[in-house]
């Protein structure tokens, strides 16, 4: 089946494959041979996705676009200060190879055009025993697919013809722009342009820029996460020769293009887009590229600055624990008090990147939600990323949280905890779920409200197990006759999913939890259950093989009634299974409340 994305591009492609606008550059003789009817499209998502139409795997020469990509190896080189010391980031407005230099320092305007672009190449350092143009090679291939290879017939026609750059590189030795003889550096430019690469090629580029500088195919760093945005910035004004206003007023994407016929643009977060065609227009752009990009950014809506690409606030839901509790089972009457001063408990879901536009709204809340709360969650298990501004800002609420006596704690922050921790919010501060967040809010909660009551429930005799509350002293006698006891250490499993259900436990010392097995080792805790409760009745009463494990969390006593011993209740004592019944539907008919309660604030 096609994707309708693929459509798109057959779509545009068709549709100027036959145009005839623009001429091959021919200035360096050995462009001049290249197919003018040579058409590729390709996009490449953030996570490594392509999607490409044409001729995207043909190899061309990547010309000026190598330009972008090595200004990026130059500031990791020399850092910015001293890069934008010998050159400028101001559109020109000229062509690119105009010999424009600033007339008081002799800087080039930018980058992005020939005379800024050498300068660049005479930032790069040749070092770890590599020359120039093998680091610049080895970078600009890590943003790529694979290993790039210089055209050498290229190569050699431009160096025997690239007069007009051999004098804007005298002109920058001239203003010292550059420390040193310029032919090493001319030579390094020109292989630069001569490096091969395809229109999938440029697309990863463009998607590597798009993803804060992680290859998306590779999976490595390319280019360091700090100058991703000077690249792109100077790609966003300069990259289009003199025709950068007006690209980026239509298209509204940072791009360059080459002289090679290709063009690389860039959706930042999202995407990167390769175009190839050789012939180009007035001002050195490839023309079908152009039209390409333009309708690409009207269709997709890729616009930059269009406000449908605003990120969405991070604050996904919010409740309280009079709502949703953690899954340890109370006695009711704790359970009462619980979700009677539950709303002194908030638990925030977050979501998606945080920055500071879509973090604002959590901030927002949090001061409000300090008035009412005494415990705040936040759910970081749909957050995508957190940047250096949320993580300063949560620090700085979390300080003054504390300081009005608000807890405010983390869970499942998973890959974020580390930057959590380094933030400044303390270990115990992160939880790794809700569930454990959720109960160590309850407790201190419940210690606040009900000073007697005591977190750790005490062994129970069979009176105190909530199923016979409705017994008299000679049926529980019955019972306890009759009922076998079981012991179990902390971590053995009491019962096994897909186990036959002919039992019904009753505990009467120690914790349980239910454990629905997620697969990989995994689970998911569906109720915590401690002495004074029972378990395992749903599957005993409908005959169904277990649905989940239970396991001792501490040393448990558990008194069992199996199958043979309730069908002999039913028949010598008929009032006394009924009574048991009652009292588990009782049970039922509560835990279906709680769940209505908490879908519901889960669903809003
Ligand atoms: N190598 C070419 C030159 O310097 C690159 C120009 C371009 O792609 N615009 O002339």
Redesign the pocket.
């Known amino acids: 089946m096609k994707s309708p994305v693929t459509q798109v591009l057959h779509t545009l492609y068709e549709r100027y494959a036959s145009l005839k606008d623009g001429k091959v550059?021919d200035?360096?003789p050995e462009l001049a041979k290249a197919d003018p009817n040579l058409f590729g499209i390709c996009i490449a998502t953030r996570d490594g996705n392509l999607y490409e139409v044409g001729d995207t795997r043909h190899k061309f020469?990547i010309?000026?676009?190598s330009?972008a990509l090595a200004y990026g190896l130059a500031l990791e080189d020399r850092g910015e200060e001293h890069v934008l010391s010998k050159i400028g980031v101001e559109p020109s407005g000229e062509a690119?190879?105009a010999i424009s230099l600033k007339p008081q320092s002799g800087a080039p305007f930018n980058p992005m055009i020939?005379a800024g672009?050498i300068a660049t190449c005479g930032q790069i350092l040749a070092k770890d025993g590599k020359s120039r143009i093998e680091r610049i090679r080895d970078y600009l291939s890590q943003c790529a697919v694979g290993q790039l290879d210089i055209d050498q017939e290229v190569y050699r026609s431009?160096s025997q013809t690239?007069h007009?750059?051999r004098a804007i590189g005298w002109m920058l030795r001239n203003f010292d722009i550059i420390q040193e003889e310029p032919r090493d550096i001319l030579e390094t430019?020109?292989q630069q342009?001569?490096l091969k690469v395809t229109c999938t090629d440029l697309a990863v580029m463009g998607a590597t820029l798009a993803n804060q500088g992680f290859n998306p195919i590779s999976g490595e760093r390319a280019i360091a996460h700090e100058y991703v945005d000077n690249v792109l910035g100077v790609m966003a004004s300069c990259g289009m020769?003199d025709w950068s206003g007006e690209w980026i007023y239509r298209v509204g994407l940072p791009a360059k293009?080459?002289?090679?016929g290709g063009i690389l643009a860039v959706l930042p977060g999202q995407l990167g887009i390769g175009v190839f065609s050789p012939p180009l227009d007035e001002q050195?752009n490839s023309a079908r590229g152009i039209k390409v990009c333009m309708d690409l950014a009207r269709e997709l809506s890729l616009h930059m600055f269009n406000p449908s690409a605003v990120p969405q606030p991070a604050l996904r839901r919010s409740y309280n624990a009079s709502q949703v509790n953690s899954r340890r089972r109370l006695p009711p009457a704790i359970f009462r008090e619980l979700r009677r001063y539950g709303d002194r408990i908030r638990v925030l879901e977050l979501q998606g990147p945080l920055l500071f536009s879509t973090f604002e709204p959590v901030i927002r809340e949090l001061v409000k939600q300090a008035a009412y709360c005494q415990h705040i969650i936040l759910n970081f298990s749909n957050v995508f990323s957190v940047d250096a501004v949320s993580l300063r800002m949560l620090h700085q609420v979390w300080e003054q949280l504390h300081a009005v006596g608000v807890r405010l704690t983390c869970c499942h922050a998973g890959r974020h905890g580390q930057a959590l921790s380094e933030a400044g919010l303390g270990d115990d501060a992160l939880f790794a779920n809700e569930d454990a967040a959720l109960e160590a809010c309850e407790d201190a909660l419940l210690a606040r409200v009900m000073p007697d009551h005591i977190p750790q429930a005490p062994p129970v005799p069979l009176s105190g197990c909530a199923l016979l509350s409705g017994c008299d002293e000679d049926e529980l006698q019955l019972l306890e006759d009759q009922m076998e006891t079981r012991s179990f250490g902390a971590g053995e499993t009491i019962i096994q999913t897909g186990g036959r259900a002919d039992e019904l436990f009753l505990l009467t010392d120690g914790c349980a939890e239910v454990r629905l097995l997620l697969g990989n080792n995994r689970y998911q805790r569906l109720d915590v259950f401690s002495s004074g409760m029972s378990f395992g009745e749903l599957a005993f009463l409908d005959g169904s093989p277990r649905s989940a494990d239970v396991v001792a969390i501490s040393p448990v006593t558990c008194r069992v009634i199996g199958r043979a011993l309730f069908d002999e209740v039913g028949r010598q004592h008929p009032n006394l299974k009924v009574k048991i019944l009652n009292e588990i539907a009782l049970q039922v008919c509560d835990r279906l409340r709680q769940a209505n309660v908490e879908i519901s604030a889960l669903r809003s």
């Not at 293009?257 to 090679?260: A, E, K, L, M, W």
């Open positions: 550059a200035y360096i020469t010309q000026s676009i330009k690119f190879n020939n672009a431009e690239g007009r750059n430019y020109f342009c001569a020769y293009s080459g002289v090679g050195g």
